[in-house]
């Protein structure tokens, strides 16, 4: 038996609407500790993670560990019929087909119950090893989704340099070239979200934009974004989920040269 | 000779809103008690009828009754010319095979007069028996629109059933399925419509969800709307137009399993 | 050298989307005067001019008379990467390949710099004579795009006739017919723009419509618009650029009947 009470239910659809296009299909894993989902798209080329501890549900009962394989368009479809509002409640047997959403309207005249059907996704859980980054970059994440879209009106691939100064963001294409500098923003009186550099060294990470767009999917969740860069690894965003949870991409930088790379 | 000024000429443009899709030629009779139209959509599934009394004009003068056979697309095409702050005026002529409609902006500073050619269609009223109903179910327009809509996400059909405690909606398909429920809302201090259930017995029938759905383009007209409901009868589904009038859906419901039908 | 500094950098990007579609390629001449544009739509039909006056950037240098060709869909994508609030420059050197657009943020937290290709170009300069016009009409820039959009809905060909006492636009289609006039307004007190009409002899030419339609694109640039118009001579439609220049269309009457011309 497992049923969690979230009363922001909005959260749960901006979960959806954050992941639904990278990742079709995938299980969820839900235990004592709360909800986890881990993912690579399609292409294999990113991975998703997620995070929803149990604390941050009004109830949450997990009698045991198990998954659940879910279609994340359906699962979208019928959280897209829960009002901005609504508290939104997830059962599931151990035993059954579906899992089931309750929406309560806040004046609870109105409670819907949608019966998800539920698939066999075979997946294998790719343990992401904790690493200490190079540059750990915190800025607007409104900031982040423009300029993506922006160069990716210009090119097909980004440089992301982080200094002491800021993140500069590079992209070239047939019509030109383009490249965004954010600096570091030390004055806390500002209403947006500080821009905030912590580096051990300086990096420069080239990613594919495609996919860096589509990350900025999950804007919705969070007023800032965190970008994580080391050398040769994928860089991770991060978004924080209220303070429950968050969904964090993984991507693998372009090697651009491969006779340059001896390392 | 036929004349009819309109103040609130906005509501003219909602009714063409609200029936052009399903319809898209019918005959508007003029007599001196008012407006009216009824027409079969082009599958001969649902029935529209609306109907608009003189007394709600500022003006209106119709000296023989007479039909005008109208495309409602190329209506609707002219009255999104008019702004939703101009008074309308139709006028025709019995003999004429034009239709003009005056658009006057409040400061009158801009006159549009649009004449859209009258067609010849063949057409019988359909003689709509009055009905004592076994449930008559008022809700606010947007969430009855709402649901409608969440559901056809969903499934093909929809199961109306209402009881003393409120009215359920559940439909099925190939992903899962989904029941709402809206319970009579008794309290008065609410600022929404209240959901009010009036019935003689309980009744539940299925109907067709994309019509259901096409009906609710009628939403703009009125903040709430009326369901009525009786055994093998068709669905009236009923919007109120300011206080001169309203438009009225029919639909026939579905007969599920012919086997068990035996009445 | 050519450097030019708009605070007010959103009227380049309203100038881009006003004129992008009807003309993908032009030369823009870049001297110490400011910067003007000519240029045929593709069909050759209609034209634009436009002009930008040194005086009205915050700092503008051109050491010498050149000139830039572009392509207005490409610069568009790069100003559309610009912020509504952000300050613009211009920079290019008579000998490179590339003009810059940087775009700074109101708070200098973010700084873009984009490159954009220039290209070759074959260009004549028109010169197009001074003319006293028979009737000059101002209205508001909003109203007029509605109105054209409003007609091209019923016909392809609009009438535009001026008197003293208004503006009257006409067309007529398949469906019916439609015409709209703005009466000159003399009252003062109105909060819009006013339809002012200034005329030696009434006037009435026939235009096509879809070439009106893609001038409104010019509304947001300015709250009026002015119209001037003479027998057998193209229509003038301009919009300010705020106090620094204008964007003017060109656009030749239709000659409706080859018979009745023998003037």
Redesign the interface.
């Known amino acids: 038996m497992f049923e969690a009470r979230l009363v922001q239910g909005a959260l749960l659809k901006k979960l959806l609407e954050a992941t639904r296009e990278l990742i079709t299909e995938a299980n969820f894993e839900v235990s004592n500790t709360g909800i986890s989902l881990q993912a690579m798209d399609s292409s294999h080329v990113s991975l998703v993670a997620l995070q929803l501890r149990s604390d941050g549900f009004e109830h949450f009962r997990c009698d045991r560990t198990f998954s659940m394989g879910l279609?994340l368009n359906?699962m979208n479809?019928?959280l897209?019929?829960a009002g901005n509002d609504d508290v939104i409640t997830m059962k599931a047997d151990e035993t059954a087909d579906?899992v089931s959403f309750v929406f309560e309207s806040p004046?609870?005249?109105?409670?819907?119950?949608?019966?998800?059907?539920l698939m066999d996704i075979t997946s294998e859980n790719l343990g992401i090893p904790d690493t200490e980054y190079s540059a750990t970059v915190s800025m607007p994440s409104s900031?982040f989704q423009r300029i993506m879209k922006?160069?990716g009106?210009?090119g097909d691939t980004v440089e992301l340099s982080v200094t002491k100064e800021g993140i500069k963001f590079s992209t070239s294409g047939d019509?030109?070239?383009?490249?965004?500098?954010?600096?570091q923003?030390n004055h806390v009186d500002?209403k947006e979200e500080p821009?905030h550099i912590d580096m051990n060294e300086p990096v420069a990470l080239t990613f594919a934009l495609r996919y860096l767009i589509n990350f900025t999917k999950a804007t919705s969740l969070s007023p800032s974004v965190v970008i994580k860069l080391s050398k040769e690894l994928p860089v991770v965003v991060e978004y924080k989920c209220a303070d429950m949870g968050y969904v964090r991409y993984y991507l693998a930088p372009k090697i651009e040269d491969e006779e340059e790379m001896g390392e």
Chains 1, 2, 3 share one sequence.
Do not use: W, Y
């Open positions: 279609n359906n479809k019928m897209k019929c579906v004046d609870q005249g109105r409670v819907s119950e949608f019966e998800l059907k900031e922006d160069l009106s210009i019509i030109g070239s383009a490249n965004v500098i954010c600096r923003t500002k821009t």
